[in-house]
């Protein structure tokens, strides 16, 4: 078990490697000039050319790849952001505790809200709560976060002026973004639940259960529920790094002062080193929850663990 | 070589045709009876066509703007009112379909296409090829993919070609994986063997044999991938990197009502609604068509 994931973990780094090389040659080749964004828009030619000088930015590519990655393993450092010339590896620890509060909570709020639905609805299988379920599942599933995160906040915060619209601070500033897109991922959780429970209770297993005379109930929760867990989790830990990837578009909305809302500042400014940082950051922890998700199976499946000798893939979506 | 001839025309020709049109009549029957599906497929047709007809059926020109007119709610002139430019939403709507849809199912065949052929001779020929194939692959699948044609779109930059290519290049890991993992399955079958044997030419094998069998998976996998990548053209625009104003996107709609929201919430309400259906309605007929083509289902 721990040589496999020494192994898992051994396997990431040229991974990482190669997000390194991709971002930065993205965003080597972006357009748009950093230092004449920099320099504002009233900027002579030479003022620009001394901002390019002082970033380094006349080097040829492998050089400035170079540069990079000795910064990156000799220092730990991300560099540092062409606008305010802080640290970016500070800056990106910062706003990614915000980011990360907020997908756990929106994908826990998923997942209870969608494994209880899926459920409900696989127990009482084709009758009007499972229709009914199904149907709130699929268009919950179908709406786009950022509709819903528009509409929440028209309603509870423009309107009602329950909470608040934007920002940041105690539970009051979370509650709508988790809802606006922990509702998505809840449809899919429930439709993801519903159907591996009803593949499970189809087994020789569970009839054998009920020919024990189990209970209904530990059927459910005890033979059914722990055999579809397996889909159930891929899909979580999925849902969390989808959730980190898109954070992006939540923040924007809800003026989180996030990751996201870091990057796309970035962005428009040109910031690179920050873009680069930000990017490379998220890949790095999106490598981690999926390990954790191939290690998270053993405990759940001995099947699973009896077999690690082969490393398993988890990017397969099996929905 | 007289008998590989005989073979092939015995076994692969006809054969085959008559088994894909039955196949096809099985998996359309099934959908039709699935009233879901259906109901996606009518709702998706309508937007669909509304889009294709817009220049003649949009009421106004979708650039015009009535500047004396602006933000004006629905009314029999505008029907769905008028955004901040005075411009007539329902036109702008139907304009915007024809970029949204698009850029959905451009990007998505582009990139099942080119998923499917290096999934396929990935899977097929293993060793070294596949090592290398799915080492790049994951390298693009360790950046999420919203963020990854984030990165894209800002490097190319706005607008619509660029985020087609944005959207495509972020679709190819997930299809080259799944096409990779469905001619894995079959790779092995009996009847590959049976044409390795009688010397079929590789792209053939690949072709007729190995990918016709693992089709199934793919093209719900690209149906679904069609409403994922029209939502995420929409936050792409919605962010500010995707379609950009005079040209109607529907995302980029839904932002740029986001800013007059508390007074005037119908100019990001419609497109968003629009969004939300034409999605809901693909992944009805997604499940549907996921369904009648489930070999378990089969009687």
């Known amino acids: ?319 | 070589m007289e008998q590989n001839g005989t073979y092939s025309f015995l076994y692969t020709e006809d054969d085959e045709s008559v088994k894909k049109e039955s196949m096809f009549r099985i998996t359309m029957k099934r959908l039709l009876k699935n009233k879901m599906a259906v109901l996606g497929g009518i709702i998706l047709i309508i937007i669909v066509l509304a889009s294709l007809l817009a220049p003649w059926i949009s009421p106004y020109d979708y650039t015009y703007q009535e500047l004396y007119n602006v933000n004006a709610g629905p009314s029999a002139e505008h029907w769905l009112g008028t955004d901040s430019l005075g411009r007539d939403i329902l036109s702008r709507l139907l304009h915007g379909g024809r970029n949204s849809l698009t850029i959905g199912i451009v990007s998505t065949l582009l990139s099942a296409l080119a998923g499917t052929a290096l999934g396929a001779t990935a899977g097929y020929y293993g060793g070294a090829y596949d090592n290398v194939v799915m080492r790049i692959l994951d390298v693009f699948q360790a950046v999420p993919s919203m963020l990854l044609a984030i990165a894209i779109s800002a490097t190319l930059g706005t607008g619509y070609i660029n985020c087609i290519i944005a959207l495509t290049i972020s679709g190819i890991p997930g299809s080259a994986r799944m096409a990779r993992a469905s001619c894995m399955g079959v790779r092995n079958q009996d009847y590959i063997e049976a044409a390795v044997s009688i010397n079929a030419s590789e792209p053939r094998i690949i072709f007729k044999h190995v990918l016709m069998n693992a089709l199934a998976p793919i093209f719900v996998m690209a149906t679904m991938g069609v409403a994922s990548n029209i939502l995420m053209s929409a936050s792409l625009s919605f962010v500010g990197l995707g379609v950009q104003p005079p040209e109607a996107e529907w995302g980029a709609m839904v932002s740029a009502g986001r800013n007059v929201l508390r007074y005037y919430p119908h100019i990001c309400i419609s497109p968003a609604i629009i969004i939300m259906l034409t999605v809901l309605s693909i992944n009805m007929l997604g499940d549907g068509l996921r369904d009648a083509l489930d070999p378990r289902l089969k009687q």
């Open chain 1, 1 to 319: 078990m721990l040589k496999y994931i020494g192994k898992r973990i051994l396997m990431m780094i040229p991974v990482l490697v190669g997000v390194i090389v991709l971002i930065f040659t993205l965003m080597y080749f972006a357009k748009g000039d950093a230092a004449s964004a920099l320099a504002g828009a009233d900027a002579t030619a030479e003022e620009i050319q001394q901002i390019r000088a002082r970033l380094g930015l006349d080097d040829g590519y492998f050089v400035r790849l170079g540069n990079y990655f000795k910064q990156l393993l000799l220092e730990g450092n991300l560099g540092y952001s062409y606008r305010t010339g802080a640290s970016v590896s500070s800056e990106v620890i910062e706003r990614f505790s915000v980011s990360f509060e907020l997908a756990v909570f929106s994908v826990a709020f998923s997942i209870i809200f969608g494994t209880i639905m899926g459920i409900v609805a696989a127990v009482k299988q084709n009758t009007w709560i499972d229709n009914t379920a199904m149907l709130l599942a699929l268009i919950g599933a179908s709406m786009p976060g950022f509709l819903l995160g528009l509409l929440l906040s028209l309603v509870f915060a423009l309107k009602l002026h329950w909470l608040p619209s934007g920002g940041w601070g105690g539970w009051e500033y979370m509650v709508l973004p988790v809802l606006a897109f922990g509702v998505s991922h809840a449809g899919t959780m429930a439709r993801l639940t519903r159907s591996s429970m009803l593949e499970v209770v189809r087994q020789d297993y569970i009839v054998t259960a009920k020919a024990k005379g189990v209970s209904p109930f530990k059927i459910t929760f005890v033979h059914a529920l722990r055999n579809a867990l397996i889909p159930i989790t891929t899909q979580a830990g999925q849902m969390l790094g989808i959730t980190i990837g898109g954070v992006v578009v939540a923040e924007t909305i809800f003026s989180v002062p996030g990751i996201g809302t870091y990057i796309m500042t970035a962005i428009n400014s040109r910031d690179y080193p920050a873009v680069q940082g930000g990017i490379l950051f998220i890949a790095l922890v999106f490598g981690i929850i999926l390990l954790v998700v191939d290690i998270l199976y053993a405990f759940i499946d001995p099947r699973i663990g009896a077999q690690y000798r082969k490393h398993r893939r988890t990017s397969k979506r099996e929905e």
